[in-house]
T-cell receptor, first 109, second 114 residues
């Protein structure tokens, strides 16, 4: 079983729409959780950390459910610039980041 | 301030050859990690180095090795290249190995093995 599994999408949404997607992780000992964003043929960049209480950063909201071992990301009022691959990341062994395969989001005008 | 830099940006090798990839971390960062990203997949952890010591190793064969220098720069070496080694190799730096410190990724080295 993969450490992190994500719906690959693609999610194709119009500008202004809300889009949400999840990932699940297998190691219950994971301590830290993140969403990274990766543009085509570029390096991943941290979008936001995910906390147990849930957290929001502008139009982005992340939730963590430890009991069910899933993490979600919701994007409100989608912009064209939100088109990217979103990588779910957990830390099953402290020092290393374990990435999912990514969820592709395309926002159309 | 300069971000993480990697060289070369692109590389083409043939099966059986050896390759060395280089990474310079952000100034002040002492931890460097290496990841392999195959097309269509997320990055996979290869190594982490901190203060010139290997702190962690992913599930990669012994053909993969790395080291960190006194200035905290790092090299990733891959011997006896296989077609399956074709990937984007990413270097990430952070202040310390702890995951609460954000890891900043370099632009990567795109390796093609023919």
């Amino acid at each position: 079983r993969k450490e992190v599994e994500q719906d690959p999408g693609p999610f194709n949404v119009p500008e202004g729409a809300t889009v949400a997607f999840n990932c699940t992780y297998s190691n219950s000992a994971s301590q830290s959780f993140f969403w990274y964003r990766q543009d085509c043929r570029k390096e991943p960049k941290l979008l936001m950390s995910v906390y147990s209480s849930g957290n929001e950063d502008g139009r982005f909201t992340a939730q963590l459910n430890r009991a069910s071992q899933y993490i979600s990301l919701l994007i409100r009022d989608s912009k064209l610039s939100d088109s990217a691959t979103y990588l779910c990341v957990v830390t099953p062994e402290g020092y290393k980041l374990s990435f999912g395969a990514g969820t592709t989001v395309t926002v159309r005008a | 301030d300069a971000g993480v830099t990697q060289s070369p940006t692109h590389l083409i090798k043939t099966r059986g050859q050896h390759v060395t990839l280089r990474c310079s971390p952000i100034s002040g960062h002492k931890s460097v990690s290496w990841y392999q990203q195959v097309l269509g997949q997320g990055p996979q952890f290869i190594f982490q180095y901190y203060e010139k010591e290997e702190r962690g190793r992913g599930n990669f064969p012994d053909r993969f090795s790395a080291r960190q220098f006194p200035n905290y720069s790092s090299e990733l070496n891959v011997n006896a290249l296989l077609l399956g080694d074709s990937a984007l190799y990413l270097c990430a730096s952070s202040l310390t190995p702890d995951t609460y410190n954000e890891q900043f990724f370099g632009p990567g080295t795109r390796l093609t093995v023919l």
